[in-house]
């Protein structure tokens, strides 16, 4: 990666009559990046996509490309180019035909064409007798690698990604988010995803930005995101968390939500220090809650009830409501299930290397 980001937005604000969608976004985007915008719907990713494509204006602000000011450049002069989840190939065409269109806009001679059709073909791990075959003979997956060979033609500087893989089922979803990952390596381009879907951001992105109401709530690394989130949103966005409403007690401790503290001095270490009277949220990632037997020690515990326990594959989980009413979820492999019943009592513990506390919320 360079220094020079290949993209930046500022104040970047669009409105829909007396709506605004964007209320001012900034956002750098390095040269080379994987770089994934996820968000619940209707915060205002596809708005954000369709300007940086040029297929809208924005309201106000600024896009540069490099040293360039692209945002009233209209979309067919950008050097970007935006996969679809509807893909939009030619279906009455061949495969080779819709990879070389692009080529074919630009006066490629019909010999060269076919030539980059082949290369992109082989990129895309298609076999070369593609070359010839309808698209209506293709799977989805194979309708995908198409789509993105035909993107790659137009051999732009970032390529645009609107929920590609959404129509398709777990395992091709699966295999695709490799794949892109793989392609992104393989060509050393900017690719810039919108997705909704978490677990795609995190399998592929160098960085995630969480999107919500039109503004980002983090941009960051998938590890930063999921182990350190900003505030609560973010927290409960990133997957399944428990948080407890916490103070700080005169130790230097925390107490709240029938947890009790046995850090010992070294919340420092763990950063999860608070002065007396201050608020926060501790959070806590299923995956690192242990259910405790009489001689086992955490640096924090809670008693509570098992209510339930649910097969999710490879993982079990259970919900554990405490005195206080809270339900904590608990994650653990399958093969290392815990053998008690619902309606028993339990311990629950964590230690300090593994939560994260967001302070002041
Ligand atoms: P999804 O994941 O469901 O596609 P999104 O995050 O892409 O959602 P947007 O489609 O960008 O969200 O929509 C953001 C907000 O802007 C929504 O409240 C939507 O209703 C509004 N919006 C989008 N396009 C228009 C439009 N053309 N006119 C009016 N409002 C719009």
Request: aromatic content about 8%; some cysteine; overall charge negative.
């Amino acid at each position: 990666m360079t220094s020079q980001p290949i993209l930046r937005l500022r104040n970047v604000v669009k409105t829909f009559g007396s709506f605004t969608a964007l209320p001012g976004v900034n956002l750098d985007i390095e040269e080379g990046e994987f770089f994934t915008i996820v968000g619940p719907s209707g915060s205002g990713k596809s708005t954000l996509i369709r300007l940086l494509v040029g297929m809208d204006e924005v309201t106000e602000g600024e896009i540069w490309l490099r040293d360039r000011r692209i945002d009233q450049t209209p979309a067919n002069q950008r050097p970007t180019c935006m996969v679809f989840q509807s893909l939009a190939l030619f279906p009455h065409m061949s495969v080779g035909q819709n990879v070389e269109f692009p080529l074919k806009l630009r006066k490629v001679p019909a010999e060269k064409r076919r030539d980059r059709a082949l290369e992109l073909l082989d990129l895309l791990r298609l076999p070369q007798s593609y070359y010839s075959k309808r698209i209506s003979q293709c799977s989805g997956g194979e309708r995908q690698r198409v789509a993105l060979a035909r993107a790659l033609a137009f051999d732009p500087e970032i390529l645009f990604f609107d929920e590609p893989l959404s129509a398709l089922d777990y395992r091709l979803r699966k295999t695709l988010e490799k794949e892109l990952k793989d392609l992104h390596s393989r060509t050393g381009k900017t690719f810039v995803y919108i997705t909704h879907s978490l677990e795609e951001a995190m399998v592929m992105s160098d960085r995630i930005a969480i999107m919500n109401k039109g503004h980002f709530e983090q941009i960051a690394v998938a590890d930063e995101i999921y182990g350190r989130p900003v505030n609560r949103f973010v927290a409960e966005f990133m997957g399944e968390v428990n948080l407890f409403d916490v103070t700080g007690t005169d130790g230097g401790g925390l107490s709240g939500a029938g947890l009790e503290s046995h850090m010992n001095g070294h919340a420092e270490t763990c950063g999860v220090a608070m002065a007396p009277g201050a608020t926060g949220t501790l959070m806590v990632r299923p995956e690192y809650v242990r259910f405790l037997a009489s001689s086992d020690t955490a640096d924090f515990t809670l008693r509570g009830i098992l209510h339930g326990e649910y097969a999710l594959g490879s993982r079990i989980q259970y919900e554990v409501e405490t005195l206080g009413g809270q339900v904590i979820t608990v994650e653990k492999l399958r093969e290392d299930r815990v053998d008690r019943q619902p309606g028993a009592e339990v311990v629950l513990g964590f230690d300090g290397d593994h939560v994260h506390l967001i302070r002041g919320q």
